[in-house]
């Protein structure tokens, strides 16, 4: 049998409940990540400090926006030398601080290639994310 899990966010971002409403679907996706490389030291970090949220826009399903409640954990460097004490997990969908998946962004260029959208347009878009 399929795990549709895998296919959307991969292994490590099951989707854990959904919400679904007559104009919204709201994913609620945890993180299963144990262990990860830190950012600027390149330890390999188990500890969990804390735990982020993030709200990350996807692309929509059955014409309906569609959103990710994701959370995420904040790991805790221990490596002396390192100059950062905690940080947060990057996933492979959406960029740092981006409000858009990947999936989506892609979504909007190509609806704009078919649409034949302004340059000017696309990118005010993109300066919002």
């Not at 679907?25 to 490389?37: A, G, H, R």
């Not at 999936?103 to 696309?122: G, H, K, P, R, S």
């Amino acid at each position: 049998m399929i795990n549709l899990n895998n296919l959307i966010y991969g292994d490590n971002y099951p989707i854990v409940d959904a919400k679904i409403t007559e104009d919204k679907i709201e994913l609620y996706v945890e993180s299963k990540v144990e262990k990860y490389k830190c950012s600027a030291c390149g330890s390999i970090c188990k500890s969990t400090h804390d735990i982020n949220t993030r709200h990350i826009q996807d692309t929509p399903i059955h014409n309906k926006e569609t959103w990710i409640n994701l959370t995420l954990k904040k790991f805790e460097c221990h490596n002396k030398m390192c100059k950062v004490k905690t940080f947060t997990e990057e996933v492979p969908f959406a960029g740092k601080r981006q409000v858009m998946t990947y999936y989506l962004q892609y979504y909007i260029v190509t609806l704009a290639n078919i649409y034949e959208f302004e340059y000017n347009f696309i990118n005010i878009i993109f300066t919002r994310c």
